[in-house]
């Protein structure tokens, strides 16, 4: 007898169409979807900082310019040794991810997502780091200034599969972070809080750092987890609930005003990002126009609540009034920050083409002008100017055109995350310097979040060469 070749059957729901498909899916030559260890870099980043706080022994019930006089000096002359050989492995670790990710991806013959950002980034480097590195007016060398280009370039080569793995380990990574700066409170309250802080719109309240070298930073890190945990939630409900809680109690607790109101915008964006579209076939359909009479009504009523506080409460006097307080000054000065952009900017005249360089606002610069609270120029533009010149800063307004542009297009695509990180760094870039590339660190982990996010929403949009599928023979055949 002749032995019949045994046919097994699919499961059941499949047809032969889905085996089809699932077999030219194994078979496509170009996957953006290939998962790779770029997801590790970034709570590495938080365990740097978190090693960093704890091992410094900071005390924050000083005040906070003496605490960066003394902690910073620690920092830069005497580190921990094991926070030096921790540092160390991260840094082969960001080495071997990034190259193995930028190497394989070209010997694969895979496109590049979005070019333009990838170049953009490039050129991006070499003025604002190279350029300085070489020809600034205190040329200085490091390795260290590698690290961010080989993590960006990685970074424009995410894929979709890619973003949903690194936001879900950068989500939750950052809750156990805020979790363990939580835990400190009863335990090491002068590590984690500074009572004595008074600049806040909070009298009385407690300033809360954690284990971020800043209160500031510690509430951009919360709000980009809460922005995060908001396009991204967890699947479970309760755990849900105890990251919001926990989230926006850090964010509370920082009194930042700046964090604040990223917050805010970037879920404002989300919102915009998620809900205009259905509201405005809403307000369209006239089956439903019980909303556009919604909607027309509560932009009456807010026309309405402007015209009685400027023509009964007398609006323009009382801001006039509130800005001639201590409270207001330091608002309309960000808190100081208007005399550390005349010595940026000071600099900037001196050297106007390749700046100062890279070892701006070191310890001996902030001791020659006598801010030792002078870590950086406290505006993107106006640091880029005194670091790297007006090369420097052609290279930034270039980058910001394309992160721009990008972010606004693959919105939908990203589920509102390229858009709610982008206004977050718009943002934050008033008073802070979130694209500096002079190193890595949590610092400016959401820069890099913010790329794999555009790159990944122009990968979505790249279709996949498709191999046809090739017949298979039988694994059994008949006996003769």
Known sequence: MKRQPVRRKPAAGVDDATIVKTRERRSEPFDFNRDGLLWLVFPAMLVLMA????????DLTQSFLVLEREVQAIVETARHPLLVWVQRW?????????????VSHFLRRKPVPAPMLTWTFLFFWLTTVAAPAVFGSHPSLSHEYLYPLLLGLACTLAGPRDRERIFAVTRDALFVYLLA????????????????????????VPRFGGLATHPVLLGMLAQTALVILWARPCRSRWLNVACWALGLGALFLAQSKTAWLCFLLSGACLLLVRRAPEAVQRAGDPRRNSFGVGLCLAVIAAVLALLVAVLVFDLPTLVSDFFDTREGAQLATLTGRDRIWVVALEEWARQPVFGYGLTL??????????????????????DTLARSGTVGAVGLV?????????????????????????????????SEVPLIL???GSHVMTHFLLIVAVASGAAARIPTRVVPAQPIEPTLRTAP
């Open 438 to 440: 002079i190193d890595y």
């Open 51 to 58: 090693m960093e706080v704890l091992l410094s022994g900071r």
């Open 398 to 430: 270039l980058y910001a055109l394309v992160l721009t542009v990008m972010a606004f297009r693959y919105a939908r695509a990203t589920g509102g995350l390229s858009l709610a990180l982008y206004v977050s760094h718009a943002l934050l870039s008033i």
């Open 361 to 382: 606002w070191d310890a001996d610069f902030r001791e020659s002008i006598g801010m030792a609270n002078a870590t950086h120029g406290h505006n993107q533009m106006i």
């Open 90 to 102: 991260v840094s082969l670790m960001l080495l071997a991810v990034t190259l193995e990710r930028i």
């Open 181 to 204: 700066s939580a835990a400190l409170i009863p335990v090491w309250p002068s590590l984690v809080l500074d009572t004595s802080y008074t600049q806040g719109l909070l009298p009385g």
